[in-house]
């Protein structure tokens, strides 16, 4: 079986694969009805959230939009906090949607630094909200959220987070932590083909919902939250299929755990950025603020990352993320979150030792 090793899709367990195939029922039938809640419910003690949580069909980017255009009025100032591909996705899903965006960036490979988001709200008290991507998916960066959230606290801003692909994965206490409207995806930790985002949000985001004048149809928290409330439905027909995968998958993530489950993802973490590292590699990311879910991995001493991530699809059936955007031929990705275990990266180290030198490779010994 190719071991399918990118920051999502991730593979997914059988039992998910299995629900995926089942024959459709009416999405406003009851038992389907019973199904959302029961994922609802789930997906919340796995978020660590009592605020309002809804499925939207949808890939994570169009969860992004639903929290740009749900909390935001046009001409509303926002600080953009970006430190890679992704935290700029977001910037621009504001400033397409009208806001007043003031993108604070970090040089890529580098985290977010609290400091500088105090000062940028310290000078400008006009500033509504604060957006910030949890886990940097192109750079392999983690911020440290909780000294942002700590940092933004006292300004009583509105926080909108990219969960996208460290929630489920990496600690994320959502309430604790004071996310306002966080967003992720099924198929980055969720082990559950793409389709659906999941967003929670608070009673402040509630607040600045009813005030936010940003259009808005099909992404609509105010319709999501009265279909919810009649029963469990959705506005829309939503994808029957990923909600039946979904609620075998987060059945499966409370059997391990979440605790485990994060426990694994760091474990795995560490055996990655070690084992390329041992190899002569050198990590992209600041290692201080690397992320557990995906590394990316510097083409030094010669290595062609794209000749490498060729060479370990064809001759491994191992396939790895290249760089996005500045970042493409420069660095090489692994992902390693969702249904993941210590073998599947071993199984990559090995193979990396064989094909590095094919690929241009001189470091290491
Ligand atoms: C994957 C990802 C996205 C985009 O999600 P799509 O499902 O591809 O739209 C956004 N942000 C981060 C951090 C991601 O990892």
Redo the contacts with the bound molecule.
């Keep these: 079986m190719t071991n399918l090793r990118i920051?999502?899709p991730t593979p997914c367990p059988p039992e998910v694969l299995t629900a995926m195939g089942r024959q459709m029922i009416n999405h406003r039938g009851g038992e389907f009805q019973k199904t959302v809640l029961g994922v609802t419910e789930k997906l919340k003690r796995l978020l660590l959230t009592q605020n309002d949580v809804f499925l939207l069909t949808g890939?994570?980017?169009?969860g992004?939009e639903a929290a740009v255009v749900n909390s935001l009025s046009p001409g509303d100032k926002v600080l953009a906090v970006s430190v890679g591909v992704?935290g700029d996705?977001l910037s621009n899903i504001a400033k397409t949607f009208g806001a007043d965006v003031t993108v604070l960036k970090t040089e890529w490979g580098k985290a977010a630094d609290p400091s500088a988001i105090k000062a940028a709200l310290d000078n400008d008290p006009a500033i509504k909200a604060v957006m910030v991507?949890h886990?940097?998916?192109s750079t392999g960066i983690t911020n440290d959220l909780q000294a942002i959230s700590e940092t933004i606290k006292p300004f009583d801003k509105l926080l909108i987070v990219?969960a996208?692909?460290s929630i489920g994965s990496i600690a994320l206490p959502i309430d604790e932590w004071g996310i306002d409207v966080m967003v992720t995806?099924t198929?980055?930790s969720w082990m559950v083909p793409?389709g659906m985002a999941m967003v929670a949000i608070s009673e402040k985001a509630w607040r600045a919902n009813a005030a936010a004048k940003m259009p808005r149809f099909y992404w609509d928290f105010a319709k999501a939250k009265k279909y919810l409330a009649n029963g469990g439905q959705t506005p829309w027909t939503p994808a029957v299929s990923v909600v039946f995968a979904l609620d075998v998958s987060l059945s499966m993530m409370l059997d391990e755990g979440l605790d485990n489950i994060i426990a694994r993802h760091i474990k795995l973490g560490n055996m990655t950025r070690a084992g390329v590292k041992a190899l002569g590699l050198k990590l992209f990311a600041d290692e201080a603020y690397a992320s557990n879910t995906v590394t990316a991995v510097l083409g030094s001493d010669g290595l062609d990352p794209k000749t490498l991530n060729k060479i370990m699809r064809e001759e491994y059936d191992i396939v790895l993320s290249g760089g996005q955007m500045d970042l493409e031929g420069k660095i090489f990705r692994i992902g390693h979150l969702g249904w993941v275990n210590e073998k599947d990266v071993e199984a990559v180290l090995s193979a990396l030792k064989e094909a590095l030198p094919k690929a241009g490779f001189t470091g290491g010994k």
């Design positions: 920051p999502g890939s994570g980017t169009g992004l992704f996705r991507t886990n940097e998916t990219d996208i692909s995806g198929q980055k793409p």
